[in-house]
């Protein structure tokens, strides 16, 4: 079981002024792969200091595989998720928010706005996802796969990308 932590970044969420839908919609998403085992979901501003100290005690400290974001990836200036994913990332995975954005442009000419990032710290692979429940569904369930090769090659339980 890979062990994975969520984190809501929301000012609204936070403050409780508004319900946090997305990281539920990840726990239930996960919970339905079997492999995936969530941990817990943090509900936090958008603060990128705080989000970053976050990130990087749920890698180091908690032991975690796979840490999920949801929220904070667009243009508002308290967007700031992707940043603070690349200020505790020690190595980019620049193709796994490409290929969110590919999928998510079949769908809505907008997810060119995206600024979601993924990276490594350690042995934790840390992946920003849309803010939307609706797009959270979509785009999770189309890198989970992918996700957990990476994962499995990451945590050396494969070392063979290539197939046949």
Do not use: W
């Not at 958008?46 to 667009?74: F, H, N, Q, V, Y």
Request: aromatic fraction near 4%; hydrophobic fraction near 40%; include cysteine.
């Amino acid at each position: 079981m890979y062990k994975v932590f969520i984190i809501t970044a929301s000012d609204s969420s936070a403050a409780g002024t508004r319900a946090d839908e997305s990281g539920p919609a990840i726990r239930e998403i996960l919970a339905a792969y079997g492999r995936f085992s969530a941990e817990g979901i943090i509900v936090l501003p958008d603060d990128r200091a705080a989000l970053a100290r976050e990130m990087a005690r749920l890698a180091d400290e908690a032991g975690a595989d796979l840490i999920l974001t949801t929220g904070g990836t667009g243009f508002s200036k308290r967007d700031v998720t992707p940043e603070a994913t690349l200020d505790v990332t020690e190595r980019r995975v620049p193709g796994i928010p490409e290929a969110m954005r590919k999928l998510s442009l079949e769908i809505t000419p907008r997810a060119m706005l995206s600024r979601a990032e993924a990276g490594i710290r350690g042995n934790t692979l840390i992946v920003n996802l849309p803010g939307s429940p609706k797009a959270v569904r979509e785009t999770l369930d189309y890198i989970l796969p992918s996700v957990e090769h990476g994962l499995d090659i990451l945590q050396g339980r494969d070392g063979d990308c290539a197939r046949g």
